[in-house]
């Protein structure tokens, strides 16, 4: 069993005035489509019921955190479960953020986590898109997706993240702030990517790190049983790459092929622009991997 560990000062000490929420789901593939069939909750995480935009094979399920934000000693832990066949487009009804983390000592540890594993079995289709999410100055925040999937699953999902609110003068300069995502296939660990900022080092300000930029992004798409050609692939890469010197945005996007991983990387200063980069990126991948045209989910209009 693969396991995702939080920093060990977040899981043992006791800490006041703080929410542990955990939310675990499961969806289906039954005879009147995807299902959510099991749910459990602990905490102010929730979903509503799944909504069928596009007919019942493919479930829309929007992710509920009604106090909006994560403060020092939160940890939200949130679990799905994609069996055989199913298909779940995954999103938020907003912006994830992680404010300012407390100085007051008496409150126990400022870690301020959210981990999230998606488990994809055969076959399984899953669209991982949450809003953005924003990391306010003076946050003391690990973040962590895991996906497991395997060699007949198709994974499309991006995280965003923005630092600070630079148009607010509010720079992100002083805070931490750890993102870690890992993907494996069939138990084997094939992407693994960290990115830890603190005033300890330079990678905010450093050419090779983030240089200035206040917006990091990563979209990875996977479906090896579909991206099996080479060649393909690289006509696949082309056309995506075409799509970004269309936008004008060729010098804050790139996209590399590892082996039939996908993996697009945004860097620049506006979540917007990347959203809508990635959207657009979106539109070419999915009817390839999941054979649908993109459908917005509604609650991003709203």
Same mark, same amino acid.
């Given at each position: 069993m693969i396991t995702t560990e939080a920093p060990r000062a977040v899981l043992n000490k006791p800490v006041k005035n703080h929410w542990f929420a955990h939310l675990m789901l499961e969806f289906s593939d039954t005879p009147v489509g995807t299902q959510l069939t099991r749910t459990q909750r602990?905490?102010?995480? =929730?979903?509503?019921?799944?909504?069928?935009?596009? %007919? +019942?094979?493919? @479930?829309?399920?929007?992710?509920?955190?009604?106090?909006? %934000?994560?403060?020092?000693?939160?940890? /939200? +832990?949130? =679990?799905?479960?994609?069996?055989?066949?199913?298909?779940? &487009?995954?999103?938020?009804?907003?912006?994830?953020?992680?404010?300012?983390?407390?100085?007051?000592?008496?409150?126990?540890? @400022?870690? *301020?986590?959210?981990?999230?594993? &998606?488990? &994809?079995?055969?076959? @399984?289709?899953?669209?991982?898109?949450?809003?953005?999410?924003?990391?306010?100055?003076? @946050?003391?925040?690990?973040?962590?997706?895991?996906?497991? &999937?395997? =060699?007949?699953?198709?994974? /499309? %999902?991006?995280?965003?993240?923005?630092?600070?609110?630079?148009?607010?003068? *509010?720079?992100?300069?002083?805070?931490?702030?750890?993102?870690?995502? +890992? /993907?494996?296939?069939?138990?084997? /660990?094939i992407y693994h990517d960290r990115i830890a900022l603190s005033p300890e080092n330079s990678l905010l300000t450093h050419p090779a790190g983030l240089a200035n930029n206040s917006v990091f992004a990563t979209f990875l798409a996977y479906a090896s049983a579909i991206l099996t050609d080479q060649y393909q692939r690289k006509d696949l890469l082309d056309l995506m790459r075409d799509k970004i010197t269309e936008q004008g945005a060729q010098t804050n996007i790139s996209i590399t092929d590892i082996d039939g991983l996908l993996v697009i990387r945004y860097l620049g200063a506006h979540a917007q622009q990347c959203k809508q980069l990635f959207i657009s990126l979106w539109e070419i991948l999915r009817p390839l991997l999941v054979d649908k045209a993109a459908l917005q989910p509604r609650i991003w209009h709203t």
């Open positions: 602990k905490g102010p995480l =929730s979903v509503q019921k799944a909504f069928y935009p596009e %007919g +019942r094979d493919c @479930a829309h399920i929007y992710l509920l955190h009604p106090p909006a %934000g994560i403060v020092s000693g939160d940890e /939200l +832990r949130i =679990s799905v479960n994609i069996k055989n066949n199913a298909h779940l &487009l995954f999103t938020t009804p907003g912006a994830g953020r992680f404010y300012r983390a407390r100085t007051n000592l008496e409150i126990g540890d @400022a870690k *301020q986590a959210q981990i999230t594993k &998606l488990i &994809l079995e055969a076959d @399984a289709k899953c669209e991982n898109f949450p809003q953005e999410t924003i990391v306010y100055e003076g @946050a003391d925040g690990f973040n962590t997706v895991d996906i497991e &999937l395997t =060699s007949s699953s198709v994974y /499309l %999902g991006w995280d965003i993240t923005c630092l600070g609110l630079p148009d607010s003068d *509010q720079p992100f300069i002083e805070g931490k702030y750890c993102q870690l995502n +890992r /993907l494996f296939c069939d138990g084997k /660990l």
